[in-house]
C-alpha cells in the first residue's frame, strides 16, 4: 500500500466574505507527482499557501507526514521537508545566484551536504553552475525558473510543491521545465503541481485532481484525465 505524505481535508477557505475554497480533500502518495489543474481562480494557488502555510483556512486539516501542519507557520513547514516554489519565481534579484541557491538552505546546519547538494544542483543544471556569480535579476525567464527550483531542492526537501513552473516561459524551455519536473521524482522526491498548462502536467503526473470554483470536481489517474471528454474541451482544446 502506497505511503501518504499530504492527506488534505475538508479546506475551506475564505477572503474577506468570498470563499476562495469549498471543502477540498485530496492526498498525495510518496513519490507521486500530483496535479492540480483547473482555470484561472479555480482556487489553485490558495491551495497550496494553504498546505504550506502562507494562509489559515477557516476549517480543515493539513496532515504532512501523519502530522496536523495546519497552523504550523510557512518557516516551520519548509525544516520539516516541504517546500514551495511560488508562482512568479520570487527569486532575489540583488543576490547572485550562488546566494540565492543558499538562501534555499537557511534552515539547515549540514555544511557538507549543503556542499553536496549544490554541486548536484549545478550538476542539474549546468546553466546556474556558468552563472553562479551572476546577479540573478539578470537572468532569462526560463533560467529564473531553473534557480527558484534549484532553490528549493537546496532545502533538501521530500515534498516540492510547484506553482506554475511554465507561465511565462517558450514552448522549448516549457518543455525542458516538464523534464526538470520528473527528475525529481526520479530522484525520489515528491511533487504536488499546480499548473496552467494542462496537457503537460497530466503528461508528467500519476494522478490529478480538477478543480472548478474552489470545489474538486474530478480526479484519477492522470493519463485517464488527459482522455476524458469533459477535461479535454475545458483545459486541453481539445
Known sequence: ??????????????????????????????????????????????????????IRPKEGTVLYKGEDITRVPAHKVVSMGMVHVPEGRRIF????????????????????EIAENMERVFAQFPRLAERKNQLAGTLSGGEQQMLAMGRALLSNPELIVLDE????????????????????????????????????????????YVLENGVITMSGNAAELADDERVRKAYLGA
Open 93 to 112: 534579484q540583488g543576490l547572485s545566484v550562488y546566494e540565492n541557491l543558499l538562501m534555499g538552505a537557511y534552515s539547515r546546519k549540514d555544511k557538507a
Open 1 to 54: 500500500m502506497a505511503e501518504q505524505i499530504l492527506k488534505v481535508e475538508n479546506l475551506n477557505v475564505y477572503y474577506g466574505m468570498i470563499q476562495a475554497l469549498r471543502g477540498i480533500s485530496f492526498e498525495v502518495n510518496r513519490g507521486e507527482i500530483v496535479s492540480l489543474i483547473g482555470a484561472n481562480g479555480a482556487g489553485k494557488t490558495t491551495t497550496l499557501h494553504t498546505i504550506t502555510g502562507l
Open 165 to 208: 513552473p511554465s507561465m511565462g516561459l517558450s514552448p522549448l524551455l516549457v518543455g525542458e521545465v516538464f523534464e526538470i519536473v520528473k527528475s525529481f521524482r526520479e530522484a525520489g522526491k515528491t511533487v504536488l503541481l499546480v499548473e496552467q498548462n494542462a496537457k503537460k502536467a497530466l503528461a508528467v503526473s500519476d494522478r490529478a
